[in-house]
């Protein structure tokens, strides 16, 4: 359920920032659209990762963004960098 | 007025590979790279640990206090390797050629260094003033203009600045310039010291650094490995040179340049097949006439593949036969410099019949499949070559070398 939610939050979130890059309808972006589909070239990609690292505060690596084809891998992508970071974070007194 | 022949009569490097143009062939005629991991900069910061840095590099070497205070790295760079060029063609000895002489050199960032630190005064220390010689410091034609000072060259002299292909541009407009009678010599070349940290910072964020190393051509590359330096050429009219015994140490006989229209960082190979036949066309040569081409061979994927299908738009049935090589495989990319440099690489590759190897090759892709020189340099006597500069914004120029007589 927890993961669930954070999953649709890290959706919306990424959806939420693709639609500022790209100046498109949020509605307009699934799970499943292509960076084709969404007619991002190399440029926007890099103005994604860039918005992505910042709203997230995470880094993605270079070699992870160029195998990210659509709004799903980005999705794992950043839940995937995000439990790595959750697991390797100092615990809180 | 015919057009005159334009030879090379001195040649001065600093790179990775040495600090002047007998290190420098050394190096590459054995096929040895200078990647490793950065010293200049802290590298926690950054997520690429690798460059082509010129190692052990002191300004006091080459400077004293009251000059080195006016010059930024690749200012100092630019001279370090005119003097070497200056003084091997012993051109500085002929008075009546200063009025006839040029200095067209290139660079991408220009002072970006001293740029950096005067602005982080402002930025991070709270100071409110710079420093009054940040501007001529930071000008992009810091060197023309130095180079000029020192050697009393009166001639038409300015600076291009056309990213990774700069360097070929000043090359080759300081070729036309000798050959339609404008000058009778030129310094012409490049120089660039891209290791600031803000510089690297926004390279990182590009995403075209490799991790690794520079593999161009080869399968599993992954990026450019980032270099700095400077190499110059003495260029003048053969007529002159000969008259007063030089050493011709090559020739240029023809120039090409293109713009894509297309992308302001994807390469497009019409653009660069453009330049090259241009290049042929204005050296009156037929493709089968050119033995080597010294490549742009960046690393990117998207260079390197674009590059080849470049080369064959151009070549036809004669790529086949081309030995093609890039080597930024053992210098890295020197950005605006990086046209100099692979300048003397190439005249130095006729002059020697060797052909400097494309390093760090793993294994053969099949979007590059051409004959790349894999690893080891071989021997090979070509009377032409051509060598590459494609820059980002789709800015292309290519010169064309005849071996010297």
Known sequence: MEDNKLSDQITAKVIETISKVKKIAPEAIGLESTFEELKMDSLDGLDLFFELEEAFDLTIADESARSLRNVRNIVEEIEKLISKRDLTAPAQS | ?405
């Open chain 2, 1 to 405: 007025m015919p057009k005159r022949r334009v030879v090379i009569t001195g040649l001065g490097v600093i790179s990775s590979l040495g600090k002047n143009s007998i290190e420098f062939w050394d190096m590459l005629s054995r096929g040895v790279p200078s990647i490793r991991p950065m010293e200049s900069v802290d590298r926690a910061c950054l997520r690429f640990q690798n460059a082509a840095e010129v190692r052990g590099y002191r300004t006091s070497d080459h400077f004293n206090e009251e000059q080195a205070r006016l010059l930024d790295k690749f200012v100092q760079f630019g001279l370090v390797a005119a003097r070497e060029a200056i003084t091997s063609s012993g051109i500085e000895r002929i008075p009546r050629l200063r009025e006839r002489t040029g200095v067209i050199t290139g660079s991408a960032l220009g002072g970006q260094g001293m740029e950096d630190e005067a602005f982080a005064e402002l930025y991070l220390r709270g100071r409110t003033r710079v420093h009054p010689l940040s501007i001529p410091r930071v000008m992009a034609n810091a060197l023309t203009s130095h180079i000029s000072m020192q050697y009393g060259f009166t001639g038409p002299s300015y600076t291009v600045s056309t990213a990774c292909s700069s360097a070929n541009h000043a090359i080759g407009q300081a070729f036309w310039m000798i050959r339609d009678g404008l000058i009778d010599a030129a310094l012409a070349g490049g120089s660039e010291a891209p290791f600031s940290f803000g510089n690297l910072k926004a390279w990182e964020a590009m995403r075209v650094v490799s991790q690794d190393t520079c593999r161009p051509f080869s399968k599993f590359r992954d990026g450019i490995i980032l270099g700095e330096g400077g190499a110059m050429l003495v260029l003048e009219a053969r007529d002159l040179a000969v008259s007063r015994g030089a050493c011709i140490q090559g020739e240029i006989v023809g120039f090409g340049m293109s713009s894509d229209a297309y992308h302001i960082t994807q390469p497009k190979p019409e653009g660069a097949a453009q330049a090259m036949k241009m290049a042929l066309d204005d050296a009156a040569l037929k493709p089968e006439m050119i033995g080597y081409i010294n490549a742009h061979g960046t690393g990117t994927p998207a260079n390197d593949s674009s590059e080849v299908r470049g080369i064959r738009a151009a070549f036809g049935k004669h790529a086949e036969r081309l030995a093609v090589s890039s080597t930024k495989s053992m210098h890295g990319h020197a950005l605006g410099a990086a046209g100099a440099l692979e300048a003397v690489a190439t005249v130095l590759s006729l002059r020697n019949n060797c052909l400097p190897p494309t390093a760090n090759f793993v294994e053969r892709d099949p979007e590059c499949d051409l004959d790349i020189i894999p690893n080891l340099p071989r021997d090979a006597s070509c009377e032409y070559a051509l060598s590459n500069s494609f820059g980002f914004g789709g800015l292309n120029a290519v010169i064309a070398f005849r071996k010297g007589e």
